[in-house]
């Protein structure tokens, strides 16, 4: 353990780490589980050559600098591969180091040995099993993150073939997750990662225009945030700003998704302005960005549709703040954030902020979201019926970015897939509604319950207390849970009704299974055009998620 290069780097972990620690037992411990690591571990190299014992030491500084987890998350990724490729078991480290420690290097291997065997064409199974580790402890899944990060880094010593496997789980599982739990410096870093190794000619392209645009957009932004800076600290406020770059991923993904060239993207720089709060009043603390938002668009022109209200409404992953575009003097859109240091910090670091925020006594709106998300989670554990598997997907949806955000009369929030209707929502509110459902009424007009709703509509639900559930609603209808509330209440008031309906949505799955003929034009094409080609127009078709090029 008298190697250089390995004391210096546990030196900068602990120097982090004594920030996260109680007391001074804290950091003993971590020593501790630092030289059992170094000894289950010696000599033993990474593919790179290193001393297999910088990565996980590398792991425990990302799980304390990037997502702000404390001693005993600290612990567990120190000793997580010990279980993996050492003779120590579980009952060892639990001797040695506490219920707690070994239960998340248990749930660690756990997650480890779900990904090792998994397959392309199961991965969506793999993400159900992955999600039921979280009803555990969500910190088994935070240090696995913090585990791939670093993996991800140093991709290049490992074979194609293993590169490809990494990739694929991490945009399909560990992305998204990172994502929903707030994770958003993880979440890019990963996703720049991707796009690296997957497109490396975009991602180069990306960062050469970026590069060569950076020293005169900089002094354009410098001279966008001198008046503002002037004008919050003679209005007494105490802030701070950063100026942000889009990342090489978010620029390509914004111009894959709306066919636009790197010239078009208007918000590829943003002012993001972080300010100080002296209390815990939530009220006064939302107050404060509205204010900050008057000065800047008192200053600069504002443009009225992209404003962004997460401070009201916050995301399902905790994510508060005030967004807003407006013209600077140099005639350049500029993307302003407005967010105060708590609001900073949960996006940043997600989920682990908000627990701290929490325990201070700090509540917010954020808070509940992701409250009421983790609930679901811990139903899905405790519960093995059909309305666990109900939830599971619903979750699946929300951290794989398939949901959308509608409100109820009254304002409330419902988290629904994409694609769902009228009275996929009825039965999201409650079975009764579903059950008596008649019409609907989206954004104050009248609808049809088959009507698939958009984000942000807000929609009411007629019913009749004398209508009831119909076969002829599984047509339409398209989640598992308003599809077994509506089968359920057939079965058990009307045997020919349910026969029907069973028949219908086995007709229903039979026609989505059919094969679509396209026709594609791919002449003169090069082969990775010819398959770019092919991917881009089965995607245009409704109904197609999953494109998979099967070359006979």
């Known amino acids: 353990m008298c190697d250089d290069r390995i004391q210096k780097e546990f030196d900068e972990l602990l120097a982090l780490a004594r920030g996260r620690c ?54 567990a990724a120190l000793l997580h591969d010990v279980l993996e490729s050492t ?44 999600l039921l580790t979280m009803g555990d402890d969500v910190r088994v899944v935070l240090i696995k993150l913090a585990d791939r990060l670093d993996n991800c880094r140093h991709l290049q010593a490992l074979p194609p073939v293993k590169v490809d496997k990494i990739l694929a789980q991490t945009k399909a599982i560990f992305i998204p997750l990172a994502h929903r739990l707030g994770l958003y410096t993880v979440k890019s870093e990963l996703e720049n990662i991707w796009l690296l190794y997957k497109h490396p000619e975009a991602y180069h392209e990306i960062e050469s225009r970026i590069d060569r645009d950076l020293v005169q957009r900089s002094r354009e932004i410098d001279e966008f945030i001198a008046p503002v800076s002037d004008a919050l600290t003679a209005a007494g406020v105490r802030f701070e700003v950063r100026k942000r770059i889009k990342t090489p991923y978010s620029i390509w993904q914004k111009m894959q998704n709306k066919h636009v ?44 549709n992209r404003m962004r209200n997460w401070i009201n409404q916050p995301k399902p992953n905790g994510y508060e703040a005030l967004h807003c575009t407006v013209m600077s003097k140099a005639g350049i859109w500029v993307e302003v954030q407005i967010r105060s240091r708590r609001m900073d910090d ?82 999201c509110v409650h079975t009764t509604i579903g059950n008596q459902a008649i019409a609907a009424k989206v954004n104050m007009k009248l609808a049809p319950l088959s009507r698939k709703l958009r984000n942000g509509d807000q929609v009411e639900i007629i019913t009749a207390r004398k209508s009831s559930p119909k076969p002829e609603w599984l047509s339409f209808l398209q989640t598992r849970h308003a599809r077994r509330k509506v089968l359920e209440y057939l079965k058990s008031s009307d045997q020919e009704q349910y026969r029907k309906a069973e028949e219908l949505l086995s007709n229903r799955q039979n026609q989505m299974a059919e094969e679509i003929p396209i026709r594609i034009s791919l002449r003169g094409r090069s082969r990775p055009g010819m398959m770019e080609e092919i991917e881009n127009a089965l995607r245009q078709i409704d109904g197609i998620e999953d494109v998979v090029i099967s070359e006979a």
């Not at 799980?63 to 987890?69: C, D």
């Not at 939530?282 to 008057?294: H, P």
């Not at 627990?355 to 899905?380: A, C, N, P, R, T």
């Open 346 to 427: 949960i996006a940043e670091k997600g989920i682990a902020a908000h627990w701290s925020y929490k325990q201070d006594g700090y509540l917010s709106e954020s808070d509940s979201q992701m409250d009421l998300w983790l609930e679901k989670v811990q139903k899905i554990i405790s519960g093995s019926d059909a309305a666990a598997l109900d939830l599971l997907d619903i979750i699946q949806d929300e951290i794989s970015g398939k949901t959308i955000v509608v409100f109820t009369p009254k304002g409330h929030q419902r988290s629904i897939p994409k694609d769902a209707t009228a009275l996929d929502f009825a039965y």
């Open 261 to 304: 060239s790197f010239e078009q993207i208007y918000d590829l720089y943003a002012v993001r302005i972080i300010y100080e709060v002296d209390d815990k009043d939530v009220t006064a603390e939302r107050n404060k960005a509205f204010d900050i938002y008057k000065i800047v668009t008192g200053l600069y022109p504002n443009m009225q």
């Open 87 to 130: 003779v120590f078991t579980a009952d060892s480290l639990r001797n040695l180091f506490g219920d707690k420690i070994a239960s998340l290097v248990e749930g660690v291997e756990n997650m480890r040995n779900i990904l090792e065997d998994s397959d392309e064409e199961i991965e969506d199974e793999n993400f159900r099993r992955v």
């Open 22 to 75: 109680r007391d001074e037992a804290e950091v003993s411990l971590i020593r501790k589980a630092f030289d059992f690591a170094g000894e289950a571990h010696k000599d033993v190299f990474l593919n790179t050559g290193e001393p297999y014992i910088l990565h996980p030491v590398r792991v425990a500084s990302i799980v304390v600098s990037k997502i702000g987890l404390g001693c005993k998350s600290i612990c």
